[in-house]
């Protein structure tokens, strides 16, 4: 299924300042050796994820898909969030025009099929809010990456709405009761219990997955620099496996216990 086009007019990152500046994309992608990294970048609105945002993350992606030097694609927030959700002004800008919402819906719900049936590994980098929108863009990837700061809820059901997004196929696949219990709450899980939930597959403590060293040139200096000096050693510092009294639930030891 192609995506069509846009009017040249419309242009759509933790990220150094003046890429948040750039031309103030709505989605920047970067090609980094075999990896794809797209970067939200809405950080002065918490990273909703508009009409245009929409339609140009599933751009890249089916990009990626058919590109044979991308071996895997990487996602993540700009500023201190990964994704509020999908910004409702755009609904309401629209009211006056069925077409208009109906277009803005199902660019998004055909971005959240694109991720669930992807043909390459993906991997979301999340740290902060990560919520109804948002949080569909992070719970189907391969890997979903969360730091003890990164928070997922469903609010939409809050307001008397169902959960969106691909969310009603998600929540009913956890286990136990636990998916109905998220539905009908939005009840706000934190860090280690977005893994226990199974909505996420690894936790990782913030300065693990950001740069700690920034140069004079705002760009990040990761160390080690490359990926060929990381040791095993180091790799164990960061993905520490968990103990079972600090869960309240085990994380399924089965990857079909995932999506079905």
Not at 105 to 127: E, S
Request: with cysteine.
């Amino acid at each position: 299924m192609g995506i069509s086009s846009i009017p040249s007019s419309i242009t759509m990152s933790p990220m150094p300042p003046e890429v948040l500046k750039r031309n103030r994309e709505v989605v920047i992608g970067e090609e980094i050796g075999r990896a794809r990294v797209l970067t939200i970048n809405r950080p002065n609105h918490l990273n909703f994820i508009s009409r245009e945002m929409a339609l140009m993350l599933g751009q890249k992606f089916e990009k990626y898909e058919k590109d044979d030097n991308a071996e895997f694609v990487i996602i993540k927030g700009a500023g201190r969030t990964f994704s509020a959700g999908r910004d409702l002004k755009m609904f309401y800008d629209g009211r006056n025009t069925r077409d208009s919402c109906l277009e803005a819906a199902y660019r998004m719900y055909w971005l959240n099929y694109h991720i669930h049936t992807y043909k390459k590994p993906h991997i979301a980098l999340v740290h902060g809010m990560s919520v109804g929108g948002g949080a569909s863009l992070m719970v189907p990837m391969k890997f979903s990456v969360v730091t003890e700061k990164a928070f997922c809820s469903t609010p939409e059901t809050s307001l008397g709405f169902h959960p969106d997004c691909g969310f009603s196929y998600m929540l009913s696949r956890l286990p136990g009761r636990l998916g109905e219990y998220l539905g009908l709450t939005g009840v706000k899980l934190k860090g280690k219990e977005v893994v226990a939930a199974g909505l996420a597959t690894h936790l990782v403590p913030s300065e693990g997955i950001r740069a700690t060293i920034i140069d004079k040139d705002k760009s990040p200096k990761w160390n080690p620099s490359t990926l060929d000096k990381v040791s095993d050693e180091q790799l164990d510092l960061i993905f520490k496996p968990f103990e079972d009294h600090n869960l309240e639930l085990q994380i399924p030891i089965k990857e079909e216990c995932r999506f079905e």
